[in-house]
């Protein structure tokens, strides 16, 4: 008789709510330029010079690591919301955003077992990919992204490119309606073989945008820096 | 056939007794399994081992929850060997799609769908202010007398309420959670809905699966994925409407899947109905098993001992009747009949068999056969029956229905057993052949018991092995665990481990039960016991979940209800507050909702937290059904899910009513305990009383005589239990019980010899090995309850056999009794 209420049964009410805002959007995802249908890549052809340069370095790089600004556009909000932090990333280990320039800093980590939010003190709030399955599809797209998968990235996104080596433009509409709902359409700027900015494009023309500083490629992480801006071992 | 060794009066001849006997055995089997329908009344819950009126609350709360939505659960999981990495979702659907659509099934749950997700986050999303406003008030205010010290008013500035609320909003658009909530921010500005989020811990989230293709999936620690189906029955599953139409609705599923979507599907499920089904057949067949091997050994020893087939098929005949009959008497008292009873039952024919063995070993040495023979010794059969009877009756006095039924069975199968016996056996043509073999050394009855020389070294002895016993006997631990008296199998368990796994359901979190006499009683008590779990909570891997920490206290209610009627200005502090950072005009659904509710606040009467209830089943999947019940009359309970760490630091007071942990193991255990206490007492009293009619009967020496013999034979076996570091209890007081019982028999025959001491001792010794088989045999079982009482009775047989030995050579051979 024992054990009866599953403890899992309330989390089936968090999941609910956890997935609540992206169920309910209705309007369509605000637009760009890259997204003329010119522009979509065919995934059964190779792939532009250019694209394939940034991804073979991606491919190629183990680490990395940025400064940016992030700004938020809300339509509720009368001015935009400017954050800064380090970007982080780690083939083995994902991806950490670690927002510093604002009043409470925070961690954001993506990678394959899901979203951790971790708070300074030690608090953190984790969105497992297990209770959220819409979240595998959105961190398959970023991670794959940051691999240089540019054919895995085929399987969750249509693929849009324009520009030239110097100041080039590649946009993703990603095909799951639940992540395309939650993350809109996303657009990514670079020049050469480096990422520039990476932008959010949501309906009522709220948008995120992401401007990356000056990339240092390839740092080593110490077991320590793994440990606070990834998952590591908790 | 000589006339002399019948008896004279013959009102049947021997074909028509045998075939009186043979017409009672089989109406007897008619009317058990036809009329009576015996094996579907055989009970395998051990709850069913308390009484229905069992006066503790705890498990009374406890029966009814097990008889309710609880016990009727039932847990699926489909796997495909030929893809054991891919969960079969398409064959999961069509399963469930026909388990739906059969009316042994009253819910079916594959998955929390996006439909479902999005019926539920309405139904909360619509009532956010009745359910979330309340405790951001209380939590608001807190912090305003934080922030303003103990000078501060007691209840937050209008003002600084909605410059802490627009603040809050400004911080919470810099976190992740932001990008996403947009949407719902205009119509909750207050942040009400991600405030009843953070209820919910990471480890909350621990899963009882994922969703992929329309079904719930889940990867088992075996590496195969499974499809999920969560169902509940519309019958009891500890009955048949709650077994035979839901395995055959299972088979037929099953069997649809393979036709469609392979061979290779396979289902696996658990619940209690397939937990019943399975126990009652593994215990049933184990105990027939062991019953069968227990019986031949025992007929082989008589085959070697009478060298005769037929003479076991007459010994055999009045047994069964009687044991059968018994039975019926026994179904006809209760309605259902606990497996441990009944098993305690088939051993009953090994003691019926001591008058057959005793009467026909007397038979072989009398002139006039079995009449004289039956004659002769009809005092101490009568008075060993007596013994065992009264022992055992003294059982029925007790309220626990195990003990009840055993009581009942067997005393009435011993009754019935001697009575057959005597009527029977006089008329049974092929045990009259005579081998008298006259000449033992005669021996009055009325002898008395003369110990001469023997006195003191006798003495010295019986003193020796008493204190011996008396030093190993005081380590004996005393101990009742209801787990043991369960005959489920260990593989059913790990199945049932498995599957509940799958489902998030075997996770280190104990779940409680708060009653009430209706919701609002429940609720109120929970609020209690959150503040327990709260003040006992002292680390953040402490933690609990119910709907009481979703919902407002009442407390909580009035405090908001009464400061938004006295501050009716909040609404336009709020919006000022909004509009230095945002468009306060982008929050218009907030407003028509805040205009609504206020107007509710200020008109309507005050309700109850179970009010906010209404409608939520409706949108409820399945699994979150068991947040809360009132389907019992008069007793409503709500569900706590508390973490291991937290539930073991928790005051025993705090798990008593109306907070019911459903893990009921330790008050029954206590409850058991009770009634082993009463138990050794009534049996004690009746014992005891036996030994006085004994005494009467047979004389202060001669008495003592047949009492020391089983009464040294339990110390002794007390002794040996407590140097194997055994753990003693309710069952073994019954096993002793019975054992003192047999014991006292063979030292009632030994004392009372009559003309025949070396018959006498033949036939203790053959009765005595035959039940040291029977008993040997069935200790063997795998069923815990069974093996106790077998071999708690094999070491007092084994004793017995002993202390008898010794006391023919020592006494009754030399005529000293």
């Known amino acids: 008789m024992k054990k009866s209420v599953p403890a899992a049964l309330f989390l089936a009410l968090a999941c609910a709510f956890a997935g609540t805002p992206t169920a309910l959007r209705a309007d369509p995802p605000a637009s760009a330029p890259v997204f003329a249908p010119a522009n979509q890549l065919n995934p059964g052809k190779p792939l532009p010079f250019t694209l394939r340069q940034v991804f073979h370095r991606l491919e190629h790089d183990r680490t990395e690591q940025f400064p940016f600004t992030e700004v938020r556009t809300f339509a509720i909000s009368k001015n935009p919301l400017r954050q800064t932090g380090t970007l982080r990333t780690g083939k083995e280990y994902g991806l950490s955003l670690s927002y ?135 | 056939m000589p ?137 608001m205010t807190a912090r305003w007398r934080k922030e303003k010290g103990p000078n501060a008013s007691a209840e937050p500035d209008s003002a600084w309420l909605a410059a802490a609320a627009a603040a809050d909003l400004g911080e919470f658009q810099n976190t992740s959670d932001a990008l996403a909530y947009q949407e719902r921010l205009p119509s909750d500005p207050l942040l009400l809905i991600p405030g ?152 009953l024919v090994g003691v019926a068999l001591d008058y057959g063995i005793y009467a026909l070993v007397h038979a072989r040495q009398t002139a006039g056969g079995l009449a004289r023979a039956l004659k002769e010794i009809r005092l101490p059969l009568v008075a060993g029956c007596l013994t065992s009877v009264g022992g055992f009756v003294f059982m029925t006095l007790t309220n626990l229905p195990m003990l009840q039924q055993m009581g009942l069975a067997v005393a009435l199968g011993l009754v019935f057993s001697l009575g057959i016996d005597f009527l029977y056996l006089p008329w049974v043509p092929a045990l009259r052949a005579a081998d008298q073999k006259q000449g033992e050394v005669s021996n009055a009855s009325g002898r008395r018991l003369e110990l001469g020389g023997m006195r003191f070294p006798l003495l010295a002895l019986v003193s020796l092995l008493v204190a011996s016993g008396l030093v190993f006997a005081a380590r004996l631990h005393w101990s009742d665990d209801i787990r043991t008296l369960s005959v489920m199998s260990p593989a059913l368990q790990d199945e049932q481990t498995f599957l509940r796994g799958l489902f998030g359901v075997e996770s280190k979190q104990h779940p409680v039960l708060t009653f009430g006499a209706n919701l609002d009683e429940a609720f109120a008590n929970l609020e209690k016991f959150n503040a327990t779990l709260s003040s006992t909570a002292t680390d953040p891997a402490d933690r609990f979940i119910n709907l009481g920490r979703l919902f407002p206290t009442a407390g909580q209610a009035a405090r908001c209800r009464e400061y938004f009627r006295s501050h009716p200005r909040f609404a336009d502090d709020l919006r000022a507050a909004l509009d230095k950072d945002f468009n306060a005009d982008a929050f218009a659904p907030f407003w028509t909702d805040w205009e609504t509710w206020r107007r509710a606040n200020d008109h309507d009467a005050a309700t109850g937290p179970a009010a906010l209830l209404s409608g939520l089943r409706e949108v409820l999947p399945l699994p979150l059904q068991f947040l809360w019940s009132e389907e019992q009359p008069g007793s409503a309970w709500l569900a706590t899910t508390v973490s291991d760490g937290l539930y073991n630091k928790l005051p025993p007071a705090a798990l008593t009513a109306p907070n019911t942990p459903i893990d009921q193991t330790q008050t029954i255990n206590a409850a058991l305990r009770r009634y082993r206490l009463a138990a050794s007492q009534r049996a004690g009293i009746g014992l005891a009383l036996i030994a006085v009619a004994v005494l009467a009967i047979y004389g202060w ?49 030994l004392g009372s010899p009559g003309e025949l001491p070396r018959s006498t001792h033949r036939a203790i010794l053959l009765a005595a090995s035959t039940a040291l088989l029977s008993f040997g045999v069935l200790s063997f079982s795998k069923i815990e309850a069974l093996k106790d009482i077998c071999l708690t009775v094999t070491l007092v047989i084994a004793f017995v056999l002993v202390f008898c030995e010794a006391g023919y050579r020592l006494f009754v051979r030399r005529g000293a009794v």
Request: hydrophobic residues 50%; charged residues 20%.
């Open chain 2, 3 to 139: 006339t002399d060794e019948l008896p004279t009066a013959r009102p049947l001849a021997p074909w028509r007794a045998t075939a009186v006997l043979l017409f009672l055995l089989v109406a007897g089997g008619v009317i058990l399994f036809r009329v009576q329908n015996a094996p579907k009344r055989i009970s395998v819950d051990v709850l069913e081992l308390l009484p229905r009126d069992e006066q503790d609350p705890t498990i009374r709360l406890a029966r009814q929850t097990v008889s309710g939505r609880f016990g009727r659960t039932l847990y699926v999981a489909l796997h495909d060997t030929a893809h054991p990495d891919k969960a079969p979702v398409e064959a999961a659907a069509l399963v469930a799609g026909e388990l739906r659509a059969n009316p042994a099934f009253a819910d079916v749950f594959t998955g929390l769908d996006p439909a479902a997700k999005d019926r539920l986050q309405q139904w909360f999303l619509d009532r956010r202010l009745a359910l979330r406003l309340p405790a951001w008030f209380d939590a």
């Open chain 2, 196 to 347: 009843l989020l953070s209820v919910f811990g990471s480890q909350d989230k621990a899963t009882a699966g994922s969703m992929a293709g329309g079904a719930l999936v889940k990867k088992g620690p075996d590496g195969i994925t499974y499809a999920l189906i969560q169902a509940e029955t519309r019958g009891s599953q500890m009955e048949e409407a709650g077994q035979t139409p839901v395995f055959a609705a299972l088979d037929k599923g099953l069997a649809d899947a393979r036709a469609k979507y392979g061979p290779g599907v396979s289902l696996r499920f658990t619940g209690v109905n397939k937990f019943a089904s399975e126990t009652r057949e593994h215990g049933l067949k184990e105990v027939s098993i062991l019953t069968w091997i227990s019986l031949g050994l025992s007929f082989a020893l008589l085959l070697f001992a009478f060298r005769r087939v037929v003479v076991f098929a007459y010994l055999l005949l009045p047994i069964l009747t009687a044991t059968l009959w018994s039975l019926e008497i026994c179904f006809a008292f209760f309605d259902r009949v606990i497996v441990v009873a009944l098993t305690f039952i088939t051993v």
């Open chain 2, 701 to 749: 020496r001669r008495g003592v005589f047949m009492l020391v013999i089983p009464a040294l034979s339990i110390l002794l076996t007390l002794a040996v239990l407590g140097w194997m570091g055994q753990t003693l209890g309710l069952l073994h007081v019954v096993a002793l019980l019975l054992g003192f019982c047999l014991a006292s028999d063979y030292s009632i025959f």
């Open chain 1, 100 to 234: 510093e320039g604002t009043a409470k800093p925070h961690i954001i980590i993506v990678d394959d077992k899901g979203l951790i939010d971790r708070q300074p003190g030690g608090g953190e709030r984790q969105v497992t990919i297990a209770d959220h399955p819409e979240l595998a599809a959105l961190t398959d797209l970023y991670l794959n992204l940051l691999r240089g998968n540019a054919a895995k990235l085929f399987d969750y996104a249509d693929v849009y490119f324009t520009g030239t080596a110097q100041a080039w433009e590649l946009g993703l509409v990603p095909h799951d309606a639940a992540v395309a709902k939650r993350a809109g359409k996303v657009v990514i700027n670079g020049g050469g073989h480096y990422v520039t900015r990476l932008e959010n494009l949501l309906p009522n023309g709220e948008k995120r945008t992401l401007e990356l500083g000056k990339v240092e490629r390839n740092p080593k992480f110490a077991p320590e820096v793994v440990q606070a801006f990834f998952r590591g071992q908790s």
